[in-house]
């Protein structure tokens, strides 16, 4: 069973809408709860950068360069967490994984995500 499964991603075209979920299989309810969860991406050729990311108590934080455009949310219930991403840009093109932070060393699949016209 994978720690992370993560759901969502497709190809768009510049200015489309994605909704990724991530369902955090390996983490019991009473660890998910109080976590700070992220996204991170990965571009080919670059490193693995966080996106956004959700405290327990649900403050957010984002990346300059997606803030406006994505929002994380999270849903204890269901140990999931979303990124609504709208106005996508060819550079948001990546595989999109989620984790904790700081981040564990057990790593999902990931989902990609291809924007393009």
């Known amino acids: 069973q994978v720690h992370f499964l993560e759901s969502g991603g497709g190809s768009v075209q510049p200015g489309g809408s994605l909704r990724l979920s991530c369902k955090a299989n390996?983490?019991?309810?009473?660890?998910?709860?109080?976590?700070?969860m992220a996204w991170y991406r990965q571009a080919p050729e670059k490193q693995r950068e966080l996106v956004a990311s959700?405290?327990?108590?649900?403050?957010?934080n984002y990346v300059d360069s997606v803030k406006g455009r994505f929002s994380i949310t999270r849903d204890n219930a269901r140990k999931s967490v979303y990124l609504q991403m709208n106005s996508l840009k060819p550079e948001d093109t990546a595989t999109y994984y989620c984790?904790?932070?700081?981040?564990?060393?057990?790593w999902g699949r990931g989902t990609q995500v291809t924007v393009s016209s």
């Open positions: 984790n904790t932070v700081p981040s564990g060393d057990k």
């Open positions: 959700i405290s327990g108590g649900r403050s957010t």
């Open positions: 390996r983490m019991i309810t009473s660890t998910f709860n109080p976590a700070t």
